[in-house]
């Protein structure tokens, strides 16, 4: 065989490999579907307060476009120790089609360092640490896993312009996260506002619900300062 021919042959086999722009559309157009006539806002997907309107993509929504498109998942798990008891996980997921050839590789972290299970809440609703951290091992082991998921999930189908997974929870629901923590300047505001007008912050953090004010929302913060803006308006 002529090194033409070889060349040829393989450049073939390339171009076929590659989806059409039609296979791309027809893939595109059928989770759009999926997500009108099958998803539903608050199961399979979300928003997160105060983290504008992007939609995250949620565990339950994850599986419907697994199974819509036919994806197999595998696992495999690094462990870390961190120190303190405390621990990393790296979960590598990797997504194979109806062939059983790969399609996509996801990877998911998660660690007892993070905020919500590093701390607990004691009888004065102050944030202090976990002490009885193992007990959240596994439940850290299952939010890796599922961030890789859906990692894998959006790189496979072709999703990741409508959802992310950055902002997901470990009870599969929306909630505060970093980004939607009150920032420096509002928490300042905040702290004078309280110590001004004389209200009791253990209430406050409670309509928050919240351990302190550090960790209370933006968008919770502002309605707090609100609250009391107003409050202080109606007394003058």
Do not use: W
């Not at 996980?89 to 972290?109: H, K, L, Q, W």
């Not at 998921?149 to 312009?161: F, K, M, P, R, V």
């Not at 420096?184 to 351990?211: N, R, V, W, Y």
């Amino acid at each position: 065989m002529s090194e033409e021919r070889a060349e040829y042959q393989v450049a073939t086999v390339a171009i076929a490999a590659v989806m059409s722009v039609k296979g791309i559309a027809d893939r595109v157009n059928l989770v759009h579907q999926v997500m009108n006539k099958v998803m539903q806002k608050g199961t399979h997907y979300g928003t997160v307060p105060g983290c504008g309107a992007k939609m995250v993509l949620l565990k339950p929504g994850a599986d419907v476009l697994a199974m819509t498109f036919r994806l197999s998942p595998s696992y495999t798990v690094q462990k870390d120790d961190m120190g303190g008891g405390h621990r990393e996980y790296t979960v590598n997921c990797i997504m194979r089609g109806p062939d059983g050839g790969i399609v996509a590789e996801g990877v998911g972290s998660g660690s007892t360092m993070e905020r919500k299970y590093r701390y607990r809440k004691d009888q004065s609703r102050r944030q202090v640490e976990n002490t009885d951290i193992a007990d959240v091992y596994n439940t850290v082991l299952k939010m890796a896993k599922k961030r890789a998921h859906i990692d894998a999930t959006l790189t496979a189908t072709g999703a990741a312009d409508m959802f992310t997974q950055d902002l997901i929870e470990d009870d599969g629901l929306p909630g505060v996260v970093p980004s939607a923590i009150v920032t420096a300047e509002t928490l300042a505001q905040l702290k004078t506002a309280i110590a001004e007008s004389g209200k009791d912050e253990a209430k406050i953090l409670a309509f928050a619900k919240a351990g302190s004010l550090d960790v209370m929302s933006q968008d919770m913060a502002v309605k707090v300062l609100a609250m009391i803006a107003k409050q202080k308006a109606g007394a003058a």
